[in-house]
Nanobody, 115 residues
Framework: QVQLVESGGGLVQAGGSLRLSCVAS????????MGWYRQAPGKQRELVAR???????NYVDSVKGRFTISRDNAKNTVYLQMNSLKPEDTGVYYC?????????WGQGTQVTVSS
């Protein structure tokens, strides 16, 4: 069973930075893509950023230029560096690991950005 453990969330003022980490229980090469999603109160979960096994990245428009997703294959870890945070970035951030026939989720980490 795949396990994903997120960390790094917290409370930060607008304009600040946070780095989220997601440690997988197995090699990242088991997955087609790794991604970060977020869910704000009363809203649907949305894709924030994802990275393929070859390193190709995609971002939602609202975070382009501010967030960076990266992976350290040796540590089975995916990161989300978040800079210039805005109050609208507030939410629970979830790590996702995608395989052809399955998706795995972490438990989530809360990010709160105060104005």
């Amino acid at each position: 069973q795949v396990q994903l453990v997120e960390s790094g969330g917290g409370l930060v003022q607008a304009g600040g930075s946070l780095r989220l980490s997601c440690v997988a229980s197995g090699s990242l090469f088991l997955f087609n893509r790794m991604g970060w999603y977020r869910q704000a109160p009363g809203k649907q979960r949305e894709l924030v950023a994802r990275i393929s096994s070859s390193g190709t990245t995609n971002y939602v428009d609202s975070v382009k230029g501010r967030f960076t997703i990266s992976r350290d294959n040796a540590k089975n870890t995916v990161y989300l560096q978040m800079n210039s945070l805005k109050p609208e970035d507030t939410g629970v951030y979830y790590c996702n690991a995608n395989q052809e026939l399955a998706n795995y989720w972490g438990q989530g980490t809360q990010v709160t950005v105060s104005s």
